[in-house]
């Protein structure tokens, strides 16, 4: 929202195509990690999450794909509309009991 | 009515100057937090809330404080404002007791800029 894009990766789509945003973690030890999407002007609203049990999870039009080895995690949109267009924050948690550390977030702009 | 309401939502104050920001939530959740957002810089936890009687420092707390009035507030407070506290900070809340990690609802934000 607002400014907060400033600075940010960005990536630039054609709408109709699939969108892939990349997120490097840095606790090896996360068990829990979600995606968010920041529309400009509101708070970051939650896409879809995965647990490090798994490597990969699909939601409506999303699919997260984890890769624990080199600490990497990945949101697939497939068919980007240009309601995509927003900040993503990728967010990890050690466990249940500990607060989401956020990454620093891509920005999709979707080309009509 | 929004889950999660900040007040206020848009604040220009002085250098010096206290100021209180206010978060409330009707998702009946045990769990809350203040984060700030930073462009560039993704958000940073500053003070997160388990349940009223539980407050702990986040990643970058010198310079605020915070008071968990009651299950469904949590208000942030800047004693001093410096300019460099310029930033959008939002409140988020999550249910607790599963031992699984929730997605957190947030609330619209509070622009603060210090003069």
């Known amino acids: 929202g607002e400014n907060v894009g400033l600075h940010l990766p960005t990536l630039s789509v054609q709408e109709g195509d699939n969108s892939i945003i990349n997120c490097a973690y840095s606790n090896s030890a996360s068990d829990y990690f979600i995606w968010y999407k920041q529309e400009s002007g509101k708070g970051p609203q939650f896409i879809i999450d995965?647990?490090?049990?798994?490597d990969k999870r699909q939601g409506q039009r999303v699919t997260v794909l984890l890769n624990k080895t080199v600490k990497h995690l990945s949101l697939q949109i497939a068919a980007t509309q240009p309601g995509d267009s927003a900040v993503y924050f990728c967010a990890e948690a050690y466990s249940g009991n500990t607060p989401l550390v956020f990454g620093k977030g891509t920005r999709l702009s979707v080309i009509a | 009515d929004a889950d999660v309401t900040q007040t206020p939502r848009n604040r220009i104050t002085k250098t010096g100057k206290r100021i209180m920001l206010e978060c409330s939530q009707t998702k009946g959740h045990d769990r809350m937090y203040w984060y700030r957002q930073d462009p560039g810089l993704g958000l940073r936890l500053i003070y997160y809330s388990f349940d009223v009687k539980d407050i702990n420092k986040g990643e970058i707390s010198d310079g605020y404080s915070v008071s968990r009035q009651a299950q469904a507030k949590f208000s942030l407070s800047l004693e001093s404002a410096i300019p460099n506290q310029t930033a959008l900070y939002f409140c988020?809340?999550?249910?607790?007791?599963?031992?699984?990690?929730?997605?957190?609802?947030f609330g619209s934000g509070t622009r603060l800029t210090v003069v």
């Open positions: 988020a809340t999550s249910e607790s007791g599963t031992g699984d990690v929730d997605g957190y609802t």
């Open positions: 995965i647990r490090s049990n798994m």
